[in-house]
């Protein structure tokens, strides 16, 4: 199972961002897939999460409409749209997946298994 993130960069408070995740080694239709993040200093938390066969999303509350995960299965890749940006979004970013779990809300509170690299996300003016 490999998970690889892109998309990462600086942008401005107020901007959008989309990470992409490209996953190989399993089917993407068949475990729950998700983002998680880490900041400086502090512990990782989940982001999003989407369930099997894209059925539910899972998202924490302080996301607060902020940010869409979706992903195409015919290029194996889960996306994650991030709006109004803000520096406390400022984190490393992870593509994660546990393919015991079809759950959204499951995998967002669990420690999955398998984990991309991540991909750094700067917010700042």
């Known amino acids: 199972v490999q998970l690889q993130a892109s998309g990462g960069g600086l942008v401005q408070p107020g901007g959008s961002l989309r990470l992409s995740c490209v996953a190989s080694?399993?089917?993407?239709?068949?475990?729950?897939v998700g983002w998680f993040r880490q900041a400086p200093g502090k512990e990782r938390e989940a982001v999003s999460c989407l369930s099997t066969n894209n059925e539910i999303t899972y998202y924490p509350d302080w996301v607060k409409g902020r940010f869409t995960i979706s992903s195409d299965r015919a290029k194996n890749t889960v996306y994650l749209e991030m709006n109004n940006l803000t520096p406390e979004d400022t984190a490393v970013y992870y593509c994660?997946?546990?393919?015991?779990?079809?759950?959204?809300?499951?995998?967002?509170?669990?420690?999955?298994?398998?984990w991309g690299q991540g991909t750094q996300v700067t917010v700042s003016s």
């Open positions: 994660t997946t546990d393919l015991g779990q079809s759950s959204s809300h499951a995998l967002c509170h669990m420690r999955p298994t398998n």
């Open positions: 080694g399993f089917t993407l239709n068949r475990p729950a």
